[in-house]
């Protein structure tokens, strides 16, 4: 009987759909690796774009399994790190993008002038390489995006930007173009061509792009009012779960009077689907409003540049 209600409870309609979205989120990112950046040596970031830089260098291993070779121990660090953040979902996404990567590989090809492959006689680019990046950029970042919204991550580099970003105090964003640079730096030495960082860097850009518009919206962050009777429930999962801080603020209902309780709490973007879905779970009568931050200064956020408060002070 336990068993047959823990079946049930996760082959829900929510989860099961949140799963076929990592699917077609990994799908779709491999698409764009296979299809548009990898045959022409582009290097948008990430574990795949290093594992493609590899596969040049070792083209017996493909450029799925390298990445995975990457992803293990980094979803390792992850885990020991931020703990339960890393969930089944980020393990599945990383177990599935090399085989639907090195799959799709074996289907399509690999060589854009072997003359025989779909990928040299329907998907050819060589001519056009900055169409390359822009449809390989746009199904990287739409892909990404579509596993971050089904509640995984995309793993990779996105681990070692979040522990640059914490152990060094640096904005989650620099540190993800430091390591995304580097890779580029590291391929544009290996395919001894100086014509890749550009290339790249359009890749990367329409990439990032694409992910802020799957996840509904440009800003960074997500400002939230939480208003629910399980205080103590919620206040554990932010303090101890999401490692964050947030605020209460005294309310009182209009029609009512009941005083309550009202949580303040600024999330990133990629945080924001986690939160919701935690907060169902404590309290489904739960009321919570989500309002774009476009701009969050303070301890964990942008710091003020204090040239523009010498300046406001000295107008």
């Known amino acids: 009987m336990v068993l047959k209600e823990r079946i049930k409870a996760i082959l829900t309609p929510r989860n099961v759909v949140a799963w076929l979205g990592v699917v077609l989120g990994v799908v779709v990112m491999?698409?764009?690796?296979?299809?548009?950046?990898n045959p022409y040596k582009i290097i948008p970031g990430g574990v795949y774009g290093l594992g493609r830089v590899l596969h040049?260098?070792?083209?017996?291993?493909?450029?799925?399994?390298?990445?995975?070779?990457?992803d293990i121990p980094l979803m390792i660090t992850g885990f020991l790190i931020f703990g339960s953040s890393f969930g089944a979902k980020t393990i599945f996404a990383a177990l599935l993008t090399p085989v639907v990567m090195n799959n799709m590989t074996s289907w399509i090809g690999e060589n854009p002038a072997d003359g025989v492959s779909l990928l040299s006689t329907m998907f050819n680019?060589?001519?056009?390489?900055?169409m390359a990046a822009i449809f390989g950029g746009l199904l990287i970042g739409a892909?990404?995006?579509?596993?971050?919204?089904s509640g995984a991550t995309s793993g990779g580099t996105d681990i070692v930007s979040m522990i640059l970003s914490k152990y060094l105090r640096v904005k989650f964003s620099s540190a993800m173009f430091g390591v995304e640079s580097c890779i580029v730096l590291v391929g544009m030495i290996v395919f001894a061509d100086y014509t890749l960082?550009?290339?790249?860097?359009?890749?990367?850009?329409?990439?990032?792009?694409?992910?802020?518009?799957?996840?509904?919206?440009?800003?960074?962050?997500?400002?939230?009012?939480?208003?629910?009777?399980?205080?103590?429930?919620?206040?554990?999962?932010i303090l101890h779960e999401m490692g964050r801080g947030g605020t209460w603020i005294h309310s009182s209902g209009m029609y009512t009077d009941k005083e309550r309780e009202m949580v303040f709490l600024v999330v990133s973007r990629k945080e924001i689907a986690q939160v919701k879905h935690k907060i169902h779970t404590i309290d489904k009568d739960a009321f919570v409003v989500v309002v774009d931050a476009y701009e969050t200064y303070g301890d964990g956020f942008k710091q003020f540049d204090p040239e523009t408060e010498k300046n406001t002070n000295n107008a």
């Open 30 to 37: 491999s698409a764009g690796f296979v299809l548009f950046t």
């Open 143 to 149: 892909g990404t995006g579509i596993i971050i919204r």
């Open 56 to 70: 040049h260098i070792f083209p017996a291993i493909p450029t799925g399994t390298f990445g995975f070779m990457f």
């Open 125 to 130: 680019f060589s001519d056009n390489l900055l």
């Open 197 to 237: 960082p550009l290339y790249s860097l359009i890749a990367i850009f329409v990439s990032a792009k694409a992910l802020d518009f799957v996840l509904d919206g440009a800003s960074y962050e997500k400002l939230l009012f939480v208003i629910s009777d399980h205080r103590d429930e919620i206040k554990h999962f």
